[in-house]
């Protein structure tokens, strides 16, 4: 997922995330922990909190993407998959906690050899 063209004007777009993932923009919202209506009004689209939450999900999925080959797959492990060392709760449940960095660093430690 290239940053360049999921945003405009310098702001992540959720609809342009939507489509690269196939997906509405409401569901995108709940994937990162926002309710549906923070991607209805451009205030809110534009607010800090949305647009770090909108951030976070793209770097997730840029980190994993190699290993999956595709964006699709990359968001299927985002959504799906229990990460080992958090009680089995997925790089999508961490994020809607706010716990972006540590899914970022658990996908460091991995591809470094380590195993959580």
Known sequence: MQFAK??????????KIAAVLRTSSEEVAMTVG???????????????????RLRELVEVLNKIE?????????????RSEPLPGFDGRTAMQLVQDGKAQQVL????????????
């Not at 451009?42 to 949305?50: Q, V, Y």
């Not at 190699?66 to 299927?76: K, N």
């Not at 660093?105 to 959580?116: R, S």
């Open 34 to 52: 926002l309710g549906k209506d923070a991607l209805q009004r451009r205030t809110r689209i534009l607010s800090d909190k949305t647009q770090r």
């Open 66 to 78: 190699p290993r999956f080959g595709s964006e699709l797959m990359a968001y299927a492990w985002y």
């Open 105 to 116: 660093e658990y996908i460091d430690a991995v591809d470094a050899g380590v195993f959580a």
């Open 6 to 15: 999921l945003a405009e004007d310098g702001h992540f777009e959720p609809r």
